[in-house]
């Protein structure tokens, strides 16, 4: 006989604890899993994370299914040996990816071969760009968190890609055409980073300010960070070639003390991916538009290596893309300052004993620059002549060369640089290195012309103040030549006193040349560091005015490079920076 028992059907029995099992979801998982919440099927767990719970019936409409992770796109899950490598002859891997080759089939004119058909040059078309669906939560939460995919208003973006077209464009054409671009941007297909990049460099124009409202530098270095995000990882943008004209203009732009070096980078940056797509070779399916990339990719290192105190990264002799014929004179201008520009670096690599070009004679502005050109792109083409003439006389030891046809084409670049401002209103960093080269020049030549190159002095530290609202570097500049100046000023008015006072100094000629360093003015330490002759200004009559440095040369000598972040002679500058390698 079976006894059936009845539970009770009374409070007590109805409050009493049971023993809750765990849902197969946090089984899994290794959590613990919770009661329900009130009015809840689901355990607290599953309801938190919004999943489906094995606690409740699978049939039942009302509850959401486990989201499936996303399925990331095929060219994600591509694995990394199917792109196309360029294997060079040196590696002996190369012998057996030609073993069955025909002789004739082989040129021995070329460098290497492919491990698999090269790339295409021409980007592939894209959809309107937003975030990716595969790409990790916590990166897509700070691209969120930043705007990285937010533009300025379309009315914004069309003036400052005007801009850009009218002064940069016709001396570095890192885009396509015009045309090209502007229809990529009508459709919402153009690169969210480049686009960007783009915006970035047309903002340090001078008449950008009108349409942006922030501070130009500001804005600047906002959209710098969000393409610097956006480029992390390699989820927004996989194309080598938009990533090569993206890094080329990122190398345009320079913000605080470790601007220079972060600039270097992205052109680095820039040159290595466009040795990997075999840009700097000439090959048929290149078209003219990608070798003109190159070519600026190779005028832009020749002008860091001045502006940052580097070596020169691209030599001429690995390079099989001809040089262009055509391309507009503005930029077949750049790249002949550019050459003229790489001659004149030999001056600063270490063991070098001239201190002059020695080539006769030197070109004229006339001969390189020529007329009719807008006045922004002859204004930059003009500063950066006047900058290679600067740079092609360094000063050395106590003799300044005041005679010299190389210090007085030196001197005649320094006035005629200034003669430019205030209509100079160029987007280029050759712009505050112009002026500052000239700052420079005046500087070493005050023992010889005091009064006159006082007031240059003066007028060239209001220029780069001028300019402060553009170029971190430019404000700097400025303050240092402030400051040098107040330092002269003291001294030969303390010199003034003491001969009044019947006193005559007597100290050793090496205790006389050295002064207490500038005090802290706002002013980094490490910057006095890398312009000694303004920190430590000397007397134009003893021995340490002679020897006074030259900062426009001296700069790389020393190991800094233009207001870069390496301040010790071992971090930059082609004594310390690459040595023999430029």
Request: charged share 20%.
């Given at each position: 006989?079976?006894?059936?028992v009845?539970?009770?059907?009374?409070d007590s029995?109805r409050?009493?604890?049971?023993a809750h099992?765990?849902c197969?979801?946090c089984?899994?998982r290794?959590?613990?899993c919770?009661p329900p919440?009130?009015?809840?099927?689901?355990c607290?767990?599953?309801?938190?994370?919004?999943?489906?719970?094995?606690?409740?019936?699978?049939?039942?409409?009302?509850?959401?299914l486990?989201?499936?992770?996303?399925?990331?796109?095929a060219d994600v899950l591509?694995?990394?040996?199917?792109c196309?490598?360029?294997?060079?002859d040196?590696?002996?891997?190369?012998?057996?990816?030609?073993?069955?080759?025909?002789?004739?089939?082989?040129d021995?004119?070329?460098?290497?071969?492919?491990?698999?058909?090269p790339?295409?040059?021409?980007p592939?078309?894209?959809?309107?760009?937003?975030i990716?669906?595969?790409?990790?939560?916590?990166y897509?939460?700070?691209?969120?968190?930043?705007d990285?995919?937010?533009?300025p208003?379309?009315?914004?973006?069309?003036a400052?890609?005007?801009?850009?077209?009218a002064?940069?464009?016709p001396?570095?054409?890192?885009?396509?055409?015009?045309?090209?671009?502007?229809a990529?941007?009508?459709?919402?297909t153009?690169?969210?980073p480049?686009?960007?990049?783009?915006?970035?460099?047309?903002?340090?124009?001078?008449?950008?300010?009108?349409?942006?409202a922030?501070?130009q530098?500001?804005?600047?270095?906002?959209t710098?960070?969000?393409?610097?995000?956006?480029?992390?990882?390699?989820?927004?943008?996989?194309d080598?070639?938009?990533?090569?004209r993206?890094?080329?203009?990122?190398?345009?732009?320079?913000?605080?003390?470790?601007?220079n070096?972060?600039?270097?980078?992205h052109?680095?940056?820039a040159?290595?991916?466009?040795?990997?797509?075999g840009?700097?070779?000439?090959?048929?399916?290149i078209?003219?538009?990608?070798q003109?990339?190159?070519?600026?990719?190779w005028a832009?290192d020749?002008?860091?290596?001045?502006?940052?105190?580097?070596?020169?990264?691209?030599?001429r002799?690995?390079v099989?893309?001809?040089?262009p014929?055509?391309?507009?004179?503005?930029?077949?201008?750049f790249l002949?300052?550019?050459a003229?520009?790489t001659?004149?670096?030999?001056l600063y690599r270490?063991?070098?004993?001239r201190?002059e070009?020695a080539?006769?004679?030197w070109p004229s502005l006339?001969?390189?620059?020529?007329?009719?050109?807008?006045k922004?792109?002859?204004?930059?083409?003009?500063?950066?002549y006047?900058a290679?003439c600067?740079?092609?006389?360094r000063?050395?030891g106590?003799?300044?060369?005041?005679?010299?046809?190389?210090?007085?084409?030196?001197?005649?670049?320094?006035?005629a640089v200034?003669?430019?401002?205030p209509?100079?209103?160029?987007?280029l960093?050759?712009?505050p290195?112009s002026?500052?080269?000239?700052l420079?020049?005046f500087?070493?030549?005050l023992?010889?012309y005091?009064?006159?190159?006082?007031?240059?002095l003066?007028?060239?530290?209001e220029?780069?103040e001028d300019?402060?609202?553009?170029?971190w570097f430019?404000?700097?500049?400025?303050?240092?030549?402030?400051q040098a100046?107040?330092?002269?000023?003291?001294?030969?008015a303390?010199?003034?006193?003491?001969?009044?006072?019947g006193?005559?100094?007597?100290?050793?000629?090496?205790q006389?040349?050295?002064?207490?360093?500038?005090e802290?003015?706002g002013?980094?330490?490490?910057?006095?560091?890398?312009?000694?002759?303004l920190?430590f200004?000397?007397?134009?009559?003893?021995?340490a005015?002679?020897?006074m440095?030259?900062?426009?040369?001296?700069l790389?000598a020393?190991?800094?490079?233009?207001?870069?972040?390496?301040?010790t002679?071992?971090?930059?500058?082609?004594?310390?920076?690459?040595?023999?390698?430029v």
């Open positions: 006989m079976t006894t059936v009845f539970a009770a059907n009374n029995y409050r009493r604890r049971r099992r765990a197969e979801q089984k899994r290794r959590r613990r919770e919440f009130e009015n809840h099927d689901r607290a767990g599953c309801t938190r994370d919004s999943i489906a719970c094995s606690l409740v019936p699978a049939s039942n409409p009302n509850l959401p486990s989201p499936a992770p996303p399925t990331p796109p591509e694995p990394p040996n199917s196309p490598r360029f294997v060079g040196l590696n002996p891997e190369s012998v057996f990816l030609t073993s069955s080759a025909a002789p004739q089939q082989r021995l004119s070329s460098c290497g071969v492919w491990a698999s058909p790339p295409p040059i021409q592939p078309s894209r959809p309107p760009q937003k990716p669906q595969h790409m990790p939560r916590a897509a939460a700070y691209l969120e968190s930043i990285a995919f937010s533009l208003i379309l009315r914004i973006r069309e400052l890609l005007s801009i850009y077209f002064s940069v464009h001396l570095l054409p890192v885009l396509p055409d015009e045309s090209v671009f502007r990529e941007h009508a459709k919402s153009v690169s969210v480049l686009l960007h990049a783009v915006l970035l460099v047309a903002a340090r124009h001078a008449s950008a300010a009108r349409f942006l922030v501070p530098r500001r804005f600047a270095d906002t710098a960070q969000k393409v610097d995000a956006l480029l992390h990882g390699g989820w927004v943008e996989k080598r070639v938009t990533l090569v993206i890094h080329a203009l990122l190398a345009l732009h320079s913000e605080g003390p470790g601007g070096e972060n600039a270097s980078l052109l680095s940056t040159v290595h991916h466009a040795y990997s797509i840009l700097h070779l000439a090959r048929a399916d078209g003219a538009a990608e003109r990339l190159w070519w600026c990719l832009l020749a002008l860091q290596a001045s502006l940052c105190g580097r070596p020169v990264g691209v030599r002799e690995d099989s893309v001809p040089w014929e055509a391309g507009g004179d503005a930029f077949m201008t002949n300052l550019a003229m520009l001659d004149v670096i030999a270490p063991g070098n004993t201190k070009w080539e006769n004679p006339s001969e390189v620059v020529p007329v009719g050109l807008p922004d792109i002859s204004d930059t083409l003009a500063l950066f006047h290679v600067i740079l092609s006389h000063t050395a106590t003799s300044g060369g005041e005679g010299e046809a190389s210090f007085i084409r030196r001197m005649n670049s320094a006035h200034l003669d430019l401002f209509d100079a209103k160029a987007t960093p050759i712009v290195y002026v500052s080269l000239a420079s020049a500087f070493s030549a023992r010889c005091c009064d006159e190159q006082h007031q240059h003066v007028r060239s530290c220029i780069l300019l402060g609202s553009l170029w430019a404000g700097a500049m400025a303050r240092m030549g402030r100046l107040e330092r002269v000023v003291v001294k030969e303390a010199g003034v006193l003491r001969c009044l006072g006193e005559e100094e007597q100290k050793p000629e090496h006389r040349a050295l002064v207490d360093p500038v802290d003015a002013v980094e330490a490490w910057f006095l560091q890398l312009f000694p002759d920190a200004p000397a007397s134009f009559g003893d021995a005015g002679d020897g440095w030259d900062f426009g040369g001296g790389l020393a190991g800094g490079g233009f207001a870069g972040a390496a301040f002679s071992a971090a930059g500058g082609f004594a310390g920076g690459g040595g023999g390698g």
